[in-house]
């Protein structure tokens, strides 16, 4: 058989499998200049791992440590009893999250990852984690753009329990708010961006807007309405 | 953060510098921590972050990088290095500078597999391409280094 170049590439690399691997193995055997191939590409690649390796061992500049301490306690890393916590209470934003974060320093990004792609999932039709939190804390007016979930407006349903329109891009909808919390009204599935892609939400927020339409009473509310609003605790009376 | 180690060796093997480096990382992070909603739960995180890490290479580092014209500067090896002996002191030079002498998708497409031990599935993921094109890039890249470094003989 023709063994390609690509293919001890692929051999040395132990990306090959079944029938192939066996003929490119009795290929290789059979022929010694082959061997040296994948020999050459094995002591290239330790080569790398020599010139590499030492990389790892680097101790890490603070502000990367302070920068996902920072970015945690920005944005509220919450657990589930946290979460609990903040709908039974609505906290001062950030201030226990700062005392948090000294202590987070040791917290890894992958959990802190973790918890931020976790707390996106609603269960039992509550919202939860991150969403809830900024349905919770997050002000139309003063939102950074950057915020992951995008507050779109605030307004009452027609039993008079505060509603508001949010977007992100894991999902989008509306969420009134009751004695357990935040109710999901509508939901509009994620938006399904491929890794890495930055998509636009336009389409799911207009979908959310009309939703609003069929679920408000009067008009929205305005910044110090909701400001209010925010203050109360979200609640209807 | 148990990635940054990782991230940071990428990072320098992409930039070829180690300043802008950690610049490239420092993007990174601030990137990921933006649009970490878009991270699917269950997939692998190093990949994303490495993804998000090439995009912004792209975007942002290439130029600087061109602009530079020198390699990774060797006092920097020799602060990278923990062992610095003057052989090794001249090895990693080597290597930088044939690195750096590859085009940028052979490039990434070396590191990301030689280096940080994807398969070759998993680096075309990050990269963007089909396999066999990783596959290819890959040996091309590795034929360069063997000339340049002397490895074939």
């Known amino acids: 058989m023709n063994v390609s170049k690509e293919m001890i590439a692929a051999y040395a690399d132990g990306e090959l499998e079944g029938e192939v691997l066996r003929e490119v193995e009795a290929a290789i055997a059979a022929d010694p200049?082959?061997?040296?191939?994948?020999?050459?590409?094995?002591?290239?690649?330790?080569?790398?791992?020599?010139?590499?390796?030492?990389?790892?061992?680097?101790?890490?500049?603070?502000?990367?440590?302070?920068?996902?301490?920072?970015?945690?306690?920005?944005?509220?890393?919450?657990?589930?009893?946290?979460?609990?916590?903040?709908?039974?209470?609505?906290?001062?934003?950030g201030l226990h999250w700062r005392s948090f974060a000294g202590g987070a320093l040791a917290a890894s990004l992958v959990l802190a990852l973790v918890a931020f792609g976790l707390s996106q999932q609603s269960s039992a039709g509550y919202a939860e984690g991150q969403l809830a939190a900024a349905l919770d804390s997050q002000l139309v007016e003063t939102q950074s753009p950057q915020a992951s979930v995008r507050i779109l407006l605030s307004f009452r349903d027609g039993g008079g329990r505060f509603c508001r329109g949010f977007s992100s891009a894991a999902q989008s909808g509306v969420a009134c708010h009751d004695e357990r919390g935040w109710k999901l009204r509508k939901v509009i599935g994620g938006q399904k961006a491929g890794e890495g892609e930055y998509r636009q939400a336009g389409s799911a927020e207009a979908e959310v807007l009309s939703a609003i339409q069929d679920t408000a009473q009067g008009t929205a509310l305005d910044a110090e309405g909701e400001r209010n609003a925010m203050l109360a605790g979200w609640r209807k009376n | 953060m148990a990635l940054l180690p990782r991230m940071r060796r990428f990072a320098a093997g992409l930039a070829r510098n180690l300043t802008e480096a950690d610049d490239l990382c420092q993007m990174t992070i601030e990137r990921a921590l933006r649009s970490r909603a878009q991270w699917q739960a269950g997939t692998r995180l190093d990949s994303w972050m490495y993804r998000i890490?090439?995009?912004?290479?792209?975007?942002?580092?290439?130029?600087?990088?061109?602009?530079?014209?020198?390699?990774?500067?060797?006092?920097?090896?020799?602060?990278?290095?923990?062992?610095?002996?003057?052989?090794?002191?001249?090895?990693?030079?080597?290597?930088?500078?044939?690195?750096?002498?590859?085009?940028?998708?052979?490039?990434?497409?070396v590191l990301l597999v030689m280096v940080e031990g994807y398969s070759y599935k998993e680096a075309a993921g990050i990269v963007g391409c089909p396999v066999g094109t990783l596959n290819s890039r890959l040996v091309r890249g590795r034929d360069a280094l063997m000339g340049l470094l002397g490895e074939a003989s």
């Open chain 2, 53 to 109: 890490m090439r995009n912004i290479w792209i975007d942002e580092g290439r130029a600087t990088t061109r602009r530079m014209q020198t390699f990774a500067d060797p006092d920097e090896g020799v602060a990278v290095g923990t062992c610095g002996g003057q052989e090794q002191r001249a090895e990693l030079t080597d290597v930088d500078r044939a690195l750096a002498k590859l085009p940028d998708e052979q490039r990434e497409a």
């Open chain 1, 33 to 93: 200049k082959l061997q040296a191939e994948v020999d050459a590409h094995l002591a290239l690649k330790v080569r790398l791992a020599k010139r590499f390796a030492p990389l790892l061992d680097r101790p890490i500049p603070t502000r990367f440590t302070a920068l996902l301490a920072g970015g945690e306690a920005e944005n509220k890393v919450v657990d589930y009893a946290e979460a609990v916590r903040k709908r039974a209470k609505p906290s001062v934003p």
